[in-house]
């Protein structure tokens, strides 16, 4: 069972099962990939019967293949009980989840479940579940009445620790329902339910008509399910399960007892760049992610705050080449066939800077050295978003952070507002003097400057 039915589940997920099946000649398994938010996904797989092509672009890059480990595609917000019903059946050992931050529908103060948003309260209530911990919890629920046996539910979303944090949320989730649910669903979920904790990667851009159109060309037939992807995918799993799996050792997964060097050097050092190369473009006019990291100084910016800032504060697993892998991260930026958009990258700003760059800010605080270029990440990200009006801005607070800016929009009005945001920063960070200083000092060169202005200043920081 697999939740969130997007293009990176197919370009990864699928492909590393499918991947497993031809290698470890297991044919047992098949996905029954649920679409949250959107239908599409759904209307476009299921007249294909699940099939899809994946794409590959860029150096290295595959020849064009079909991917049939997609048996069933379910509109999770048309036919909620189809999903609760899929994760309660004897047959589904695995449920996995690429939702994105904020399909967890955290409390940002707490860390917990936002048991005060809307669609969890109304699941609370007993109604079909519209989100994907209301399904996943009531499918648990079910699946505990009918003895259907142990289940892992494992996430692959860029989160610290999301199998822990998944772990908590379904808890919380099944806590909060009535007494006399909720104290034998959660013992249940203890003795029968496993949360591996993960580390995802595939730089998987947003499908466009000519990529369809290519396809097209390519293989003779119209696939409206096609995506686009980076010849490079990666997989690290915490060997923590509740019932059988997919070999995807066999398709090159890493299988260890510690995930978080592997996440924290994902996190602080791919995705942490690719948020400053959005962020830094969009203010540059860079449409991609290409354009930006062709920017010298952009570029620069990038290795000074992996080697510098990053590297200095954590532990990267034995089996990693650091160097070698932020040469790597940096090569596959470069990647013009990908397409990947500013934009798109830089959308949910405010569910991403803090695990991506607000951990290297605090850790090098900490370490009595300043966080310079993770600061200019994150004043780049004040910037897109002081600089977009509401409507336009993609990120689900959108709202919030425009109704707590000021009308005079300058280095010395937006940073102290923007900080003022506790579900964004905690008050120790928002009140340090150096990282706010760092932030006005970059904001202004951003705002007032332009690209002349930082170049100037990133060469000669």
Not at 1 to 16: Q, S, Y
């Amino acid at each position: 069972m697999h939740l969130g039915l997007g293009a990176f589940a197919r370009a990864h997920t699928a492909v590393f099962t499918e991947n497993a099946m031809l290698k470890s000649g297991d044919h047992s398994w098949g996905i029954a990939g649920v679409t949250q938010r959107s239908r599409t996904v759904a209307r476009q797989l299921a007249p294909q019967d699940g099939l899809f092509t994946v794409s590959e672009r860029g150096a290295g890059a595959a020849p064009l293949r079909v991917v049939s480990s997609i048996t069933e595609a379910i509109s999770g917000t048309d036919d909620p009980d189809a999903v609760v019903e899929r994760i309660s059946a004897s047959t589904t050992a695995l449920v996995t989840l690429t939702i994105t931050e904020k399909g967890y529908r955290i409390n940002p103060r707490t860390g917990g479940l936002d048991t005060t948003d809307t669609q969890i309260e109304a699941d609370l209530t007993g109604q079909p579940p519209q989100t994907a911990i209301g399904q996943t919890v009531r499918g648990l629920q079910r699946r505990s009445a009918r003895d259907a046996g142990p289940v892992t539910v494992l996430s692959c979303d860029n989160l610290p620790a999301n199998g822990e944090l998944t772990h908590r949320l379904v808890q919380e989730f099944a806590a909060a329902l009535p007494r006399p649910e909720a104290d034998p669903l959660c013992r249940w979920i203890e003795a029968n339910v496993t949360f591996p904790n993960t580390m995802v990667d595939r730089m998987v851009p947003a499908t466009t008509p000519a990529d369809l159109d290519a396809v097209e060309d390519e293989l003779g037939l119209r696939d409206e399910g096609a995506v686009v992807a980076e010849p490079f995918l990666q997989w690290v799993i915490e060997d923590h399960f509740a019932a059988r799996r997919p070999r995807w050792e066999d398709a090159g997964a890493v299988f260890t007892q510690d995930v978080a060097p592997w996440e924290a050097a994902k996190l602080q050092l791919l995705n942490a760049s690719h948020s400053m190369l959005a962020y830094l473009g969009m203010a540059a006019g860079k449409a991609t992610i290409s354009e930006s990291v062709a920017e010298d100084a952009f570029l620069a910016a990038c290795r000074r705050m992996m080697a510098e800032e990053v590297l200095t504060t954590i532990s990267t697993p034995d089996q990693l080449d650091a160097d070698a892998y932020c040469a790597q991260i940096l090569s596959r930026f470069a990647n013009p066939a990908l397409g990947h958009t500013t934009a798109k990258v830089g959308s949910d700003g405010s569910q991403k800077i803090g695990p991506r760059l607000l951990s290297t800010v605090r850790d090098n605080l900490a370490a009595g050295r300043e966080p310079r270029w993770a600061a200019l990440a994150v004043a780049a990200w004040m910037q897109h978003v002081a600089s977009t009006p509401a409507p336009q801005l993609d990120d689900p607070l959108a709202t919030t952070l425009h109704e707590i800016l000021p009308a005079n929009r300058t280095a010395t009005t937006v940073i102290p507002a923007l900080l003022g945001c506790r579900t964004i920063f905690d008050e120790q960070l928002a009140t340090q003097p150096v990282f706010t200083a760092l932030l006005t000092h970059w904001y202004s060169i951003i705002d007032t400057h332009g690209l002349e202005g930082l170049r100037n200043e990133i060469n000669h920081g």
